[in-house]
């Protein structure tokens, strides 16, 4: 099963697991599970990176090469059929990068992992 991280999810699983919630950690020690990152991520990543708001543990591109050596299907890119979902999302959650990750995630039928409730709005499974 394939589950979309959201932006923190992603980083309690590379520098925090323990923040996980246990629900979280369950799934993803599940085998069968699939955890896939948006390129919005990398994109809320870098930009709150180079503001200095968010310390990393390495550079974001360098978060991004290393997820795409150990996984190439562990990141999803950002299609039209997204962006057509996004341009119609009711406007419950004002923030960009997770109202893209809410668009992929109904467009592509995924569960999410994200501790933002607001997410619920909009129907998709949220795991946390």
């Given at each position: 099963?394939n589950?979309l991280?959201?932006?923190?999810?992603?980083?309690?699983?590379?520098?925090s697991?323990?923040s996980l919630?246990?629900?979280?950690?369950?799934v993803?020690?599940?085998?069968?599970?699939?955890?896939?990152?948006?390129?919005?991520?990398?994109?809320?990543?870098?930009?709150?990176?180079?503001?200095?708001?968010?310390?990393?543990?390495?550079?974001?591109?360098?978060?991004w090469?290393?997820?795409?050596?150990?996984?190439?299907?562990?990141v999803?890119?950002?299609?039209?059929?997204?962006?057509?979902?996004?341009?119609?999302?009711p406007?419950?959650?004002?923030?960009?990068?997770?109202?893209?990750?809410?668009?992929?995630?109904?467009?592509?039928?995924w569960?999410?992992?994200?501790?933002?409730?607001?997410?619920d709005?909009?129907?998709?499974t949220?795991?946390?």
């Amino acid at each position: 099963m394939n589950i979309l991280l959201d932006t923190n999810a992603f980083i309690y699983v590379l520098a925090s697991p323990q923040s996980l919630s246990t629900a979280a950690a369950k799934v993803l020690a599940d085998p069968d599970t699939v955890p896939v990152c948006s390129q919005a991520v990398f994109w809320e990543m870098t930009i709150k990176y180079a503001l200095g708001k968010l310390p990393l543990p390495e550079p974001p591109g360098d978060l991004w090469r290393r997820l795409i050596r150990a996984n190439p299907s562990g990141v999803l890119m950002i299609t039209p059929e997204h962006l057509d979902r996004l341009a119609t999302l009711p406007h419950h959650h004002r923030d960009p990068f997770d109202r893209l990750m809410i668009a992929q995630a109904l467009e592509e039928g995924w569960p999410v992992m994200s501790s933002d409730d607001q997410w619920d709005a909009y129907g998709v499974t949220r795991i946390w």
